[in-house]
């Protein structure tokens, strides 16, 4: 039988998956939603989406998500609710003359996936070399030695943090409620006692809401919230800087695609209003093992993950160097950590917490490719509440133990391990 939509809705967390959720949900006639959210405001700090931009493109080596993030991307051109927040300067997925082979075979897997594939027909420009770079990305002044790849038209960027704040506000017009803060940070889950069944949460401040059904979407702090998940994620981040321009100079590299070089990092154009370039090292991203019980789990202060370890310092400033060598030592700006919930093979988990009796819903393991999908999230959670179960079994919850050399084993793009923070020196700045 399909849910009620008079059914109390509980949904911790406003980030990504959460505002998706409560925006679908509303929409389709839901009429009691809660959202919980642990900072004092909206868009949230705490959100791996909070941040002047993210790549929005749908090179994905395997074509499941290839098809979903174009369905997004449609979304992303045409939805008067996501439009103003995207910018469709095309994504340029190239590698150094110093990349090794496990990158260097991931962009050719990537290439052949769009090249392959109809949708992107007419988009797609070879770089085979600086020349042809230059051709697409004339902002571009450096040697860019080595640097090879393609341009996919069909991508670019969103103004993320933007649009999540739009989608709040569309939320609360549809009548979705918002309690933040201590009121919004949720303690514990409240269950029946003696079962697995959820009827609400607790938040830090005491207060209680009930719900019938009762959806987390944590991202890296899901573990905090529900323990039993840890064996199949993990809080992985990496580090976000920026370089402030002036108005003349940021008009200057106006319309540069995104910029991902596979071997180093990834970074945008500068953003229209503050005139700041968001660059990120991508490495193999970092962890942070709380001491009491080996999970990594993100900090829980804004404060401890306004950082960027050294080694991110002296790979942005290599990779500007090679392309744009005018702002390559500039004052890195606004560093700070950003976190995501990493599975093994980089799916989501979009399932119903086992033995809950479908009281409990879980949207997790973004593995940092999740803010594409925003305006589509919403529908992915309302297919599995009105099938009641998960049809898709790469979204399901699943019964993982972690292999002895950590995550990231069968991620074919990840070109370095993962480093446990407390392992590598910070930038001094
Ligand atoms: C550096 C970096 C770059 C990225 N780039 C891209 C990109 O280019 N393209 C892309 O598609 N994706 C990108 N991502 C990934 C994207 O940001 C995530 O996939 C997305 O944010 C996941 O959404 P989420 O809702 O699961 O988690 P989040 O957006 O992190 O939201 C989780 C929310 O839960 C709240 N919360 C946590 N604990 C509690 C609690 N106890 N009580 C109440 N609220 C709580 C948090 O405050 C937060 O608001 C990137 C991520 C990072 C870190």
Redesign the pocket.
């Given at each position: 039988m399909p849910p009620s939509k008079t059914e109390p809705v509980l949904i911790?967390?406003?980030?990504?998956?959460?505002l998706s959720t409560a925006h679908k949900l509303a929409t389709s006639g839901y009429t009691d939603i809660t959202v919980?959210?642990?900072?004092d405001r909206i868009p949230?700090r705490?959100?791996?989406?909070y941040?002047l931009n993210?790549?929005?493109r749908s090179e994905y080596i395997d074509p499941f998500y290839t098809q979903h993030a174009l369905n997004a991307i449609r979304q992303w051109q045409t939805n008067p609710l996501y439009q103003p927040y995207f910018r469709q300067v095309g994504f340029l997925n190239v590698v150094t003359g110093e990349a090794n082979e496990v990158v260097r075979n991931a962009l050719a897997k990537y290439n052949k996936s769009v090249a392959e594939n109809p949708a992107f027909d007419g988009y797609l420009v070879p770089c085979p070399d600086a020349d042809h770079i230059r051709r697409v990305a004339p902002q571009f002044t450096g040697a860019l030695p080595g640097w090879k790849g393609y341009l996919n038209g069909l991508a670019g960027y969103a103004q993320s943090s933007n649009a999540m704040g739009a989608c709040f506000k569309a939320c609360e017009q549809l009548g979705v409620k918002f309690k933040l803060g201590a009121d919004?940070?949720?303690a514990e889950l409240l269950y029946q006692p003696g079962t697995k069944v959820c009827v609400g949460a607790r938040t830090k401040s005491g207060a209680v809401y009930k719900a019938s059904r009762t959806i987390i979407?944590?991202?890296?702090?899901v573990a905090?919230?529900l323990p039993s998940i840890a064996e199949q994620v993990t809080a992985i981040?990496?580090g976000?800087s920026h370089i402030q321009l002036t108005p003349e100079e940021s008009e200057q590299m106006r319309g540069m695609p995104v910029t991902t070089v596979r071997d180093i990092g990834f970074f945008f154009e500068p953003d229209p209003a503050t005139h700041k370039v968001k660059i990120?090292y991508m490495g193999g991203g970092y962890t942070h093992t709380a001491q009491n019980n080996g999970k990594s789990i993100p900090y829980n202060s804004l404060a401890e993950s306004a950082y960027i370890p050294a080694e991110d310092v002296k790979q942005t400033r290599r990779m500007l160097r090679m392309a744009v060598p005018h702002i390559a030592e500039r004052p890195l700006i606004d560093t700070h950590l950003?976190?995501?919930?990493d599975t093994d093979n980089s799916d989501y988990i979009i399932d119903f917490v086992p033995e809950s009796d479908s009281s409990l819903v879980v949207?997790?393991g973004?593995s940092?490719?999740?803010?594409?999908?925003m305006p589509i999230f919403g529908d992915f959670v309302q297919d599995l509440l009105d099938a009641n179960t998960q049809k898709l079994a790469r979204w399901r919850w699943r019964e993982v133990k972690r292999d002895a050399a950590g995550t990231g084993k069968q991620i074919s793009w990840r070109a370095s391990a993962i480093v446990d923070l407390d392992s590598t020196p910070r930038a001094k700045l």
């Open positions: 911790i967390g406003a980030g990504v998956f959460g919980l959210e642990k900072d949230s705490f959100s791996g989406g941040d993210k790549i929005i919004g940070d949720v979407a944590a991202g890296g702090f905090n919230v981040c990496w976000v990120c950003c976190w995501v919930a949207l997790s973004d940092g490719h999740g803010f594409k999908m």
